[in-house]
């Protein structure tokens, strides 16, 4: 029998104090689920819980220096990609990704914080639709985002998320699946729809009463990039992320991490 090879898998990604998101809560969720978590660290931010109140990006030329050092001495079989706040920077990462060819790209295209403050300044859109969209094995988008990324309005009801996948589609590559998150919609059920244009999945999920939110969507874009080495098909790889992520957040409570949006519970499996 082959030895199992534990993924190395390589966040590219802000840092957030608290712990909640960024590339901390990416290397608990990369760990949790068997990988390797390395880093490079894009931008800071000053934030907690409850609100964001500053982002400084690093300089891209420093962005590039990381990303370089590292593909020249460690394997990485999967990215994740979050949040990069400045379009030089987005470029570095993109001609990293086109030089490397990594197997596996997840990109979760980080726009907004839980606490309603806005992460990606309006040129920076225009560069991650151009430069990373079409490198991305799965896009992994909120419905605000999706709209964003459409230049459509945000949808209001699950029945419309299949004709804003087929607007997003076209953008990516020819074997991307998009990953479209239903969690704004209201309802006892979070509708997830998983696509690549010729097939699609619903995953629904019982909506959990919490707060405690921050960081899902890094936990499941890290969880999903861990998993996709270590599974045979993309949608087995998201199934496993997605109940990952619903008993993390389930678990949430045992935590006691601020006084806003607290953070999952990464290693529930642990105790």
């Known amino acids: 029998m082959a030895e199992k090879v534990i993924p190395n898998v390589l966040t590219i990604a802000g840092v957030d104090p608290s712990g909640g998101a960024g590339v901390l809560a990416d290397i608990k969720a990369i760990s949790a689920l068997g990988g390797f978590g390395c880093g490079v660290i894009a931008a800071l931010t000053a934030q907690n819980t409850q609100a964001v109140t500053g982002v400084c990006p690093v300089p891209a030329a420093f962005v590039k220096e990381q990303l370089?050092?590292?593909?020249?001495?460690?394997?990485?079989?999967?990215?994740?990609?979050?949040?990069?706040?400045?379009e030089n920077v987005i470029a570095e990462v993109a001609d990293a990704l086109e030089k490397y060819q990594p197997r596996f790209v997840v990109l979760d295209p980080v726009m907004v914080a839980k606490s309603g403050d806005r992460l990606l300044p309006e040129n920076c859109v225009k560069a991650l639709k151009e430069r990373l969209l079409p490198l991305a094995t799965v896009l992994t988008p909120n419905l605000p985002e999706a709209a964003v990324l459409a230049d459509e309005m945000e949808i209001q009801s699950a029945e419309q998320m299949q004709a804003l996948a087929d607007k997003l589609l076209p953008l990516m590559g020819k074997n991307a699946w998009l990953l479209l998150k239903g969690g704004h919609l209201t309802g006892h059920q979070v509708p997830d729809l998983l696509t690549n244009g010729q097939n699609s999945v619903i995953f629904s999920a019982d909506r959990i009463d919490t707060k405690n939110t921050h960081g899902t969507g890094c936990t499941l874009s890290s969880a999903v990039a861990t998993l996709?080495?270590?599974?045979?098909?993309?949608?087995?790889?998201?199934?496993?992320?997605?109940?990952?992520?619903?008993?993390?957040?389930?678990?949430?409570?045992?935590l006691d991490v601020g006084h806003g949006h607290g953070p999952?519970?990464?290693?529930?499996?642990?105790?």
């Open 228 to 254: 996709l080495p270590q599974c045979a098909t993309v949608p087995e790889a998201v199934e496993k992320a997605k109940k990952y992520l619903w008993e993390a957040i389930s678990h949430s409570g045992e």
């Open 264 to 271: 999952v519970h990464h290693f529930y499996r642990s105790f």
């Open 68 to 86: 370089d050092t590292l593909f020249a001495d460690v394997r990485i079989d999967a990215v994740k990609i979050g949040m990069l706040s400045d």
